[in-house]
């Protein structure tokens, strides 16, 4: 066992070294840098305007910058020096910059019209610019293989170019000004957006409009592809980030919210793990793609930035400003010492799982990368501190918790705990009640199932201790399965439905749930319902006809939630609606208007004042 301990003693110093931020001369920038997770490393004056695009080579070293002032360089990040440039050729701003898959050509497009594919050594144009646009060209994008070249621009066309000979391969109409322009991964497909809160993606092989995203109200400024290509991400100037399904184009989890004005520019890591947004607010975010939270606090900046781009490593970042400024920052540093220490962490548990130090570790390094886990830790932590035999250890117990904050009664041992945990946070910083409202909303909110009872439904016998998708898909386990698989699709976590999470064996348990079940909706995050009866592809009429209409638990099951989602009896959306609440949709509204009688803003607003009816019933 002594063995066994020096190893996690020995992880125990690394992990610590690792978790803790160090002090320095200039601790103030130090512990900046630690909580926004980037630390500015370089800024220089590369343009005499507005910097208005971005685009890292993938050997990582370079950088090029497109700006107003008609020219495009390119910075050397590690001689900390211009290399190239200005490459000048434009009649009017460069808006828009990438460069090929073999760093050996750089694209712009610009508020000429035009598009000009340079060749980076000679710095030379590989030939006279392209001149099929009639609007500005907002986006330029090479295919993975380097071969073709997207454009999108402000004449509501997409056009695809052999990058080699300069000609038209297809032109693809959007019906609204272009903004961006993206291929996947696998070069197979085409995402376009634009104006009008629309996002396309195409065929690159016939372009055929494959899907049509109805993704925000106002105009899409970005859009980006997730390496592995199942998903899309999209900014809007209605200062969310959304992201996407990119196969049948449903939302995935909540929108990312915290730019107080439109976001400019938007740039994903090569790994997927974190997202880079620059805003008219600003400041430049990052977001965690797992946990669906912004990373640290926002880098602010004294004027408006541009755009931003992730070095292929994902150590850099590179922003442009309206002051004609690169920045660059060192990104993912505290991410990096935070995933080293959580795996040193989990190693020292899996050494000696009885022991405190893999969980003060573990909580140290979630609690640097400010992870709401980091609670689920410390509890651990001082419940093996508590529990041991050796009285030394046990001491340790004092460093995190006084005695006169224990509570007194020990016997919950769960309320124990928790009010420790709370003490502690309480002592060592600030409670910041923001934070925890959004680890419930994240971690606690419930999605609640409305339907039609069928024959044979699952009972709590028939599903305990099982998991969902481990059941045979038949009959209306079918069902239950779909209402998980949806619910988790929104981006939560727990799933309620009335023929299995009441035992309904149980006359208590069942009376209390009924007696609750209005406030359980009310409370929901989402309510789904389930229309078995009506069709893929049904008109307007066919909910005000559905059995589910009928039933006497419809009244509170929809009054109740304040967020609703009708679905037809393949899964799909009602009348293909795919806005995020149907009780803010004008067409089914007005349909359950004239089936129920009842004025649809009565129907959304409806808001019963409990009181005076238990009064009422006394």
Same mark, same amino acid.
């Given at each position: 066992?002594?063995?066994?301990?020096?190893?996690?003693?020995?992880?125990?110093?690394?992990?610590?070294?690792?978790?803790?931020?160090?002090?320095?001369?200039?601790?103030?920038?130090?512990?900046?840098?630690?909580?926004?997770?980037?630390?500015?490393?370089?800024?220089?004056?590369?343009?005499?305007?507005?910097?208005?695009?971005?685009?890292?080579?993938?050997?990582?070293?370079?950088?090029?910058?497109?700006?107003?002032?008609?020219?495009?360089?390119?910075?050397?990040?590690?001689?900390?020096?211009?290399?190239?440039?200005?490459?000048?050729?434009?009649?009017?701003?460069?808006?828009?910059?990438?460069?090929?898959?073999?760093?050996?050509?750089?694209?712009?497009?610009?508020?000429?019209?035009?598009?000009?594919?340079?060749?980076?050594?000679?710095? *030379?144009?590989?030939?006279?610019?392209?001149?099929?646009?009639?609007?500005?060209?907002?986006?330029?994008?090479?295919?993975?293989?380097?071969?073709?070249?997207?454009?999108?621009?402000?004449?509501?066309?997409?056009?695809?170019?052999?990058?080699?000979?300069?000609?038209?391969?297809?032109?693809?109409?959007?019906?609204?000004?272009?903004?961006?322009?993206?291929?996947?991964?696998?070069?197979?497909? !085409?995402?376009?957006?634009?104006?009008?809160?629309?996002?396309?993606?195409?065929?690159?092989?016939?372009?055929?409009?494959?899907?049509?995203?109805?993704?925000?109200?106002?105009?899409?400024?970005?859009?980006?592809?997730?390496?592995?290509?199942?998903?899309?991400?999209?900014?809007?100037?209605?200062?969310?980030?959304?992201?996407?399904?990119?196969?049948?184009?449903?939302?995935?989890? !909540?929108?990312?919210?915290?730019?107080?004005?439109?976001?400019?520019? !938007?740039?994903?890591?090569?790994?997927?793990?974190?997202?880079?947004?620059?805003?008219?607010?600003?400041?430049?975010? !990052?977001?965690?793609?797992?946990?669906?939270?912004?990373?640290? *606090?926002?880098?602010?900046?004294?004027?408006?930035?541009?755009?931003?781009?992730?070095?292929?490593?994902?150590?850099?970042?590179?922003?442009?400003?309206?002051?004609?400024?690169?920045?660059?920052?060192?990104?993912?540093?505290?991410?990096?010492?935070?995933?080293?220490?959580?795996?040193?962490?989990?190693?020292?548990?899996?050494?000696?799982?009885?022991?405190?130090?893999?969980?003060?570790?573990?909580?140290?390094?979630?609690?640097?990368?400010?992870?709401?886990?980091?609670?689920?830790?410390?509890?651990?932590?001082?419940?093996?501190?508590?529990?041991?035999?050796?009285?030394?250890?046990?001491?340790?117990?004092?460093?995190?918790?006084?005695?006169?904050?224990?509570?007194?009664?020990?016997?919950?041992?769960?309320?124990?705990?928790?009010?420790?945990?709370?003490?502690?946070?309480?002592?060592?910083?600030?409670?910041?009640?923001?934070?925890?409202?959004?680890?419930?909303?994240?971690?606690?909110?419930?999605?609640?199932?409305?339907?039609?009872?069928?024959?044979?439904?699952?009972?709590?016998?028939?599903?305990?201790?099982?998991?969902?998708?481990?059941?045979?898909?038949?009959?209306?386990?079918?069902?239950?399965?779909?209402?998980?698989?949806?619910?988790?699709?929104?981006?939560?976590?727990?799933?309620?439905?009335?023929?299995?999470?009441?035992?309904?064996?149980?006359?208590?348990?069942?009376?209390?749930?009924?007696?609750?079940?209005?406030?359980?909706?009310?409370?929901?995050?989402?309510?789904?319902?389930?229309?078995?009866?009506?069709?893929?592809?049904?008109?307007?009429?066919?909910?005000?006809?559905?059995?589910?209409?009928?039933?006497?638990?419809?009244?509170?099951?929809?009054?109740?939630?304040?967020?609703?989602?009708?679905? *037809?009896?393949?899964?799909?959306?009602?009348?293909?609606?795919?806005?995020?609440?149907?009780?803010?949709?004008?067409?089914?509204?007005?349909?359950?208007?004239?089936?129920?009688?009842?004025?649809?803003?009565?129907?959304?607003?409806?808001?019963?004042?409990?009181?005076?009816?238990?009064?009422?019933?006394?």
């Amino acid at each position: 066992m002594s063995g066994l301990l020096d190893v996690a003693q020995k992880a125990y110093l690394t992990v610590r070294e690792r978790a803790t931020p160090k002090r320095t001369q200039s601790a103030q920038t130090t512990q900046s840098a630690q909580a926004t997770q980037l630390a500015p490393t370089q800024t220089v004056r590369v343009h005499t305007k507005n910097a208005l695009a971005v685009a890292f080579f993938k050997d990582g070293r370079r950088v090029v910058t497109a700006s107003e002032d008609k020219t495009l360089r390119i910075w050397d990040v590690e001689k900390r020096a211009l290399v190239g440039g200005p490459f000048e050729g434009h009649s009017d701003c460069v808006i828009s910059v990438a460069v090929s898959p073999d760093d050996r050509r750089i694209a712009s497009g610009g508020g000429d019209r035009t598009i000009i594919i340079w060749d980076v050594d000679s710095k *030379q144009m590989v030939f006279k610019p392209l001149v099929k646009h009639r609007g500005r060209v907002r986006s330029v994008c090479f295919s993975p293989d380097g071969k073709r070249l997207a454009s999108g621009a402000y004449d509501e066309k997409v056009m695809i170019w052999d990058a080699e000979t300069g000609a038209v391969l297809s032109t693809l109409w959007c019906r609204s000004p272009v903004n961006c322009v993206a291929f996947s991964p696998n070069g197979l497909k !085409l995402a376009s957006s634009g104006a009008f809160g629309t996002i396309r993606i195409w065929s690159t092989d016939n372009a055929e409009l494959l899907l049509k995203i109805d993704a925000h109200q106002d105009f899409v400024q970005s859009v980006v592809w997730s390496p592995d290509g199942q998903q899309l991400v999209s900014a809007s100037h209605g200062k969310t980030i959304k992201f996407w399904d990119s196969l049948n184009g449903t939302q995935i989890g !909540l929108p990312y919210t915290g730019h107080t004005s439109y976001i400019r520019s !938007l740039a994903v890591s090569s790994d997927g793990c974190f997202i880079a947004s620059a805003s008219q607010d600003k400041t430049v975010r !990052l977001w965690d793609t797992k946990s669906q939270q912004q990373i640290g *606090q926002p880098l602010k900046h004294t004027v408006h930035v541009s755009c931003v781009a992730i070095s292929p490593n994902g150590d850099l970042l590179a922003i442009g400003d309206n002051d004609g400024n690169l920045q660059l920052c060192k990104v993912k540093l505290g991410l990096k010492l935070y995933a080293e220490a959580l795996s040193d962490a989990e190693k020292v548990i899996e050494i000696n799982p009885s022991s405190y130090l893999g969980y003060e570790l573990m909580h140290a390094a979630l609690r640097t990368a400010q992870r709401y886990h980091a609670f689920e830790a410390f509890t651990t932590m001082l419940f093996k501190l508590d529990n041991t035999s050796d009285s030394q250890i046990r001491q340790l117990c004092q460093r995190y918790v006084s005695s006169s904050e224990r509570c007194a009664d020990q016997r919950i041992h769960g309320e124990y705990m928790v009010r420790r945990a709370f003490v502690f946070i309480g002592v060592r910083g600030p409670l910041q009640t923001e934070l925890i409202k959004e680890a419930v909303a994240k971690y606690f909110s419930w999605v609640m199932l409305s339907h039609r009872w069928e024959r044979k439904e699952p009972l709590l016998h028939d599903i305990q201790g099982r998991g969902i998708y481990d059941l045979d898909p038949v009959g209306t386990i079918v069902k239950l399965q779909m209402f998980c698989k949806v619910a988790r699709g929104s981006g939560h976590r727990w799933a309620w439905s009335d023929t299995c999470c009441i035992d309904q064996n149980n006359n208590v348990e069942l009376g209390a749930s009924v007696n609750s079940m209005f406030i359980w909706y009310h409370h929901s995050a989402l309510t789904i319902v389930y229309l078995s009866d009506v069709l893929p592809l049904s008109e307007s009429g066919a909910l005000a006809n559905s059995i589910w209409n009928t039933r006497g638990w419809t009244v509170q099951e929809f009054l109740a939630p304040k967020i609703v989602l009708f679905y *037809q009896a393949d899964w799909s959306l009602y009348l293909d609606d795919r806005s995020r609440n149907h009780k803010e949709s004008i067409s089914i509204m007005s349909e359950l208007e004239r089936s129920t009688g009842i004025n649809a803003r009565a129907l959304v607003a409806f808001r019963p004042g409990m009181r005076d009816a238990r009064e009422k019933l006394q």
